[in-house]
């Protein structure tokens, strides 16, 4: 095969998606052309892309020696530091990029992404608007969403702009990732609500339902009569609900209410302060649930303290890499005597107690819990939880039950990048990446806690 065709042939693999394909057509082309700075960078492109960001990293490098200062090279250069969580070094690349490319929106777009990634909320936006003012389309607009809503949390120009935070967090409808369903009924956009039906519909995991499902009562409470759209995997939780008249499962056909109205919209349309917020939805624990989990939990009667956990979200979520840890971290706390853990990890993650041999010294009930009703159940008879950010959180934090939440550097922007606590679960203490990717001294912290809470037992 020509040079030519091997080149072409390696271009639309990448196109096409076939990266383990494309990157051996790439290796295979810089055996006999290693000066070629373009196949350098996307080898670079379909590794990072592979999620193999050391070797990414190494090809944008090599692409610099022989073309330096090339935007497009630095560009993904800053890129895949941000991965490697070296955001300084990342920032330093995009402004080299946008120093260079002043009237890029792209460049001014990942600079406010790396921005934010070290924690300057005030730069990132200002890079973000910047981007907007180039051109920018959806995805700056809900990156500048994101920024605003994680700089209300801190002292500065951002601090407190909820009512502004809100609004531009409607941007996520623009990225067209989420179905707009029952278009069939009327958006509810603040309007007069008494004798009114309100249908409030869930809009993307399970945690986010948990978390808005506090701002239910406040519906109730302007005179409307709210339905509420669940999933079978949360339905029992909400029976009986308070502020819910009626539940209505996602596969219900079309439905005569008067308005519908997703609920992560909510705190923007009843004006919510999120520095306090309201108090965490009032859930139901069925008594079969409640029994159950007594008899799975059976076993560790004994044990001094009794913690569940959950390392992983879910796999689907794009940030889930950042958010999770493997098990093999928390073996070295079953060390710990009188302390016993149990599995609540769901999912393709499930499968890792098995790899690492862990299913003896941790007990299993992921594999027990059919919904978030057992897990519940579960829930309130241990003393504690330990965990990665998931739906776990918030429904540990919804049930008052004591939850460590072990956060990366810049997490979901409900925590805030600083202190230990959250209004929004008065139950949950945050343990914090104090640098990017920095899990060794969260779990230092955490061992500290843990032994101490058992001298306290």
Not at 352 to 363: H, N, T
Not at 401 to 420: A, H, I, K, M, S
Request: some cysteine.
């Amino acid at each position: 095969m020509t040079a030519a065709r091997l080149r072409a042939r390696a271009l639309s693999t990448h196109r096409a998606g076939r990266l383990d394909e494309a990157i051996e057509l790439y290796r295979r082309i810089l055996e006999t052309a290693p000066g070629d700075a373009q196949i350098w960078n996307n080898l670079g492109v379909a590794l990072r892309r592979a999620e193999k960001f050391a070797a990414a990293l190494a090809c944008y490098c090599r692409a610099l020696e022989l073309v330096p200062d090339d935007p497009g090279f630095l560009g993904n250069l800053g890129n895949v530091l941000k991965d490697l969580g070296r955001v300084e070094q990342a920032v330093a690349a995009h402004r080299r990029v946008v120093a260079a490319q002043a009237d890029s929106a792209a460049a001014w777009h990942n600079l406010g992404i790396a921005q934010r990634e070290a924690a300057d909320f005030a730069g990132s936006l200002a890079a973000l608007e910047r981007a907007l003012a180039l051109g920018g389309g959806a995805p700056v607009r809900w990156d500048r969403a994101v920024s605003l809503l994680h700089g209300c949390w801190r002292p500065g120009p951002l601090q407190g702009r909820w009512a502004e935070g809100w609004a531009a967090y409607e941007s996520r409808w623009a990225l067209g990732e989420l179905p707009d369903r029952r278009p069939e009924l009327p958006r509810w956009q603040g309007e007069e609500l008494a004798g009114k039906t309100v249908l409030a519909l869930p809009e993307q995991g399970f945690g986010d339902t948990l978390l808005a499902a506090r701002f239910l009562p406040a519906l109730a409470a302007r005179g409307a009569r709210v339905w509420l759209e669940v999933k079978p995997e949360l339905a029992p939780l909400f029976a009986g609900h308070p502020a819910v008249e009626r539940l209505v499962a996602p596969d219900e056909p079309a439905l005569e209410a008067d308005f519908r109205v997703f609920m992560m919209s909510l705190p923007g349309l009843l004006g919510i302060d999120g520095a306090a917020p309201p108090p965490p939805a009032e859930l139901a624990v069925p008594e079969e649930a409640r029994t159950r989990a007594a008899a799975w939990l059976a076993p560790l009667a004994d044990a001094r303290l009794k913690v569940g956990l959950v390392w992983s979200g879910s796999t689907t979520f794009r940030g889930n890499r950042w958010r999770a840890v493997g098990l093999e971290r928390f073996l070295s706390l079953l060390e710990i005597p009188g302390l016993r853990l149990v599995s609540l990890q769901k999912g393709p993650r499930e499968a890792d107690l098995q790899d690492l041999g862990a299913e003896g010294p941790i007990l299993d009930l992921g594999r027990r819990l059919r919904n978030f009703a057992e897990t519940a159940a579960v829930l309130q008879r241990l003393d504690l939880v330990i965990m990665t950010d998931s739906a776990v959180a918030h429904l540990a934090g919804s049930l008052g039950v004591p939850v460590w939440n072990l956060l990366n550097f810049v997490p979901y922007w409900l925590y805030g990048t600083e202190g230990d606590a959250t209004p929004w679960y008065p139950s949950m203490r945050l343990i914090r990446q104090p640098a990017p990717g920095d899990w060794d001294s969260v779990f230092a912290t955490l061992r500290q806690a843990l032994e101490a809470r058992l001298a306290e037992a």
